[in-house]
């Protein structure tokens, strides 16, 4: 169905190629996982599945590509709208029209299909996704996740014998992805649908694969059964992790796979004393007060009297289904977002009187509390990396004036805008490397573009940090180094929030849990507590080795290091 013979690309003013050498064969009815670190050409691969490379992209392609018997070179994206649908990282830019039911039936229309096979499609694909009570609702009124389920509907209802999916579960609660790739698996395995997805998250979608794409970041293409590609790649799962830890053969791909095979490893942990997850927690002052918060969207509550206390030291994880609230009080907590009733009250870092951030200007607010916004490129405006870079470290070093001293992003001092500290690029080099400083912001791929708003707003370190989905659009290898920031900003004193839906991070990074439901906090406590109690929140890594206490593989790595350094 898709084949790739010897396929290069390469784009405009650049010497080196993002792909080469590619051959590559998915037959009808296959659901291929296409995986790497985050900028090694995945988008690029999936964009000349449907022609927007070179049609749209620019630069040159060389070698063929073939979809049901049709040269991409030869037909652009709208000559294969009929037999490809595409759905992107960033779901509200590719919508067209403004109501859900109409985003369902737009394709369709420009497919000319009948208008009473319309309906019934639409009616399928409603109650497919979980969008029935969704249908009427205005578009930009949605949460980033129901926006994401949306922009696959859309696609789904042309009926499309390729689908082609960029991260389709990076805005999803857990709940909602598992619906969605059940959905997907159902395509493949009763229609025939030949699915090409690329995804960060892999211990969502790895048991799902028929088949393994790998790009190892040089250009090149590894790919086979996912069993034979993972025992080899840089980036993987946490259930695949323990399966090389351990030294299964064949590597499980799923909890089940997992569990069946792990007795003799659970029996060896026993009696082993439990490594903690993360760094030890020292709650110290409290720095952010919030009392009964409300937030309302015209007659819709998003958050109703929600108290809330944030401590410094602490890393909060807020989590919830999607619409449940979290970014509705991330924006009434950093003072810019509506707030019809309650109080916030953040202490300064000079140890001056506490304020509430959305009395306060702008500069000071960024002082006080820094949010990076699920959409990251609503804070790029410039024309290059380095100038954003650089804008940052200019506003944030004025912020800070001429004499000031403290504590940043990075654990080191600034005494003053002239002393040479941590920049916001050397942040930015600690998440997502190699990111050129010439590069036009908007030509990067969604992780690093978060990637690049996220040092940007770590660059004033201010004292409280709130990330709405930060993890959206990172390989593991960025997780870990985010994980790596904000344990040195709760170290330095300051109190993170990170609203999300990756279970993984949270049992790797977070102190507390605080999970939301119809805009109301309904669970509050110890990450161990709150996410293992829970099917939904629990990481693969604790499902496989329970009723061991064990959160990540790291854990299980440092229990077993003693016991294989004495072999």
């Known amino acids: ?29 296959e659901l291929c996982l296409v995986v790497g670190r985050t900028g090694v050409g995945k988008s690029t691969l999936l964009g000349a599945v449907n022609g927007l490379v070179p049609h749209f992209t620019g630069g040159t392609l060389r070698g063929r590509v073939t979809v049901d018997g049709r040269d991409t070179a030869h037909h ?16 509200l830019a590719g919508f067209t029209t403004d109501t859900v039911e109409e985003e369902l039936a737009y394709v369709m ?23 029935a009570d969704l249908r009427h609702r205005a578009l930009h009124e949605l949460s980033g996740g129901q926006q994401q389920r949306v922009a696959i509907g859309s696609v789904l209802t042309a009926h499309p014998r390729v689908l082609v999916l ?17 959905a997907i698996t159902r395509l493949v395995h009763d229609l025939g649908v030949t699915v090409l997805l690329a995804e960060h ?18 250009g090149t ?48 942990l026993t009696d082993v004393p439990v490594p903690p997850p993360r760094r030890a927690a020292v709650a110290g002052e409290r720095v952010l007060d919030a009392r009964g918060v409300v937030v ?61 951030p959305k009395r306060l200007s702008a500069t000071r607010a960024r002082q006080l509390v820094g949010l990076v916004p699920q959409t990251p490129t609503d804070l790029l405006y410039l024309e290059t990396v380095a100038q954003e870079l650089a804008q940052s470290d200019l506003e944030a070093r004025s912020a800070a004036g001429p004499t000031a001293a403290g504590p940043t992003a990075t654990g080191q001092t600034a005494a003053s805008p002239t002393t040479a500290g941590p920049t916001a690029r050397q942040i930015l080099d600690r998440l997502a490397p190699g990111i050129p400083d010439g590069t036009h912001p908007r030509d990067l791929s969604e992780g690093q573009k978060l990637a690049l708003v996220l040092a940007i707003q770590l660059a004033a370190a201010p004292r409280v940090v709130l990330l709405d989905e930060p993890t959206r659009g990172l390989d593991y290898h960025a997780k870990e180094a985010l994980t790596g920031i904000v344990d040195a900003l709760a170290a330095e004193g300051r109190t993170v929030v990170v609203s999300t839906h990756d279970v993984e991070f949270v049992a790797a990074a977070a102190d507390r849990v605080v999970v939301m439901a119809e805009g109301e906090i309904v669970a509050d406590g110890p990450t161990a507590e709150v996410i293992v109690a829970s099917p939904t929140f629990a990481p693969q890594t604790a499902k496989i080795l329970a009723p061991l206490p064990y959160l990540t593989t790291r854990q299980v790595a440092a229990a077993l290091a003693p016991a294989q350094a004495a072999r």
């Open 76 to 91: 652009p994206p709208r000559e294969l709208a009929d037999v490809v649908g595409v759905v992107g990282q960033d779901p």
């Open 296 to 356: 309302r969207y015209g007659p819709v509550t998003a958050v109703r009297e929600v108290g809330l206390e944030l401590r410094a030291g602490e890393v909060t994880a807020l989590m919830g289904r999607n619409g449940s609230g979290k970014s509705s009080l991330l924006w009434a907590l950093q003072g810019s977002g509506p707030r019809q009733g309650g109080s916030v009250r953040v202490l300064g870092a000079d140890g001056g009187p506490a304020a509430d």
């Open 221 to 268: 293409v590894v790919h086979g059964p996912p069993a034979e590609v993972f025992r080899h790649t840089a980036i993987a799962p946490p259930v695949v992790g323990l399966g090389r830890l351990a030294g299964w053969r064949p590597l499980p791909l799923s909890v089940r796979d997992a569990r069946r095979a792990a007795a003799p490893l659970r029996e060896r």
């Open 109 to 131: 229309e420009q497919l000319a299909v009948p208008p009473e096979v319309m309906r019934k499609r639409v009616e399928e694909t409603l109650d497919l996704l979980g969008l």
């Open 201 to 218: 998250r892999l211990e969502r979608v790895v048991q799902y694969a028929d088949r393994v794409a790998y790009l190892p970041g040089d």
């Open 166 to 182: 960029d991260e389709p579960t990076s805005a999803l609660d857990p709940t909602a992805a598992e619906e969605v790739l059940a």
């Open 1 to 29: 169905m898709i084949r790739f013979d010897q396929v290069g690309v390469v784009y405009d003013g650049e010497t080196t190629p993002v792909l080469r050498d590619v051959d590559l064969h998915i037959p009808e009815g």
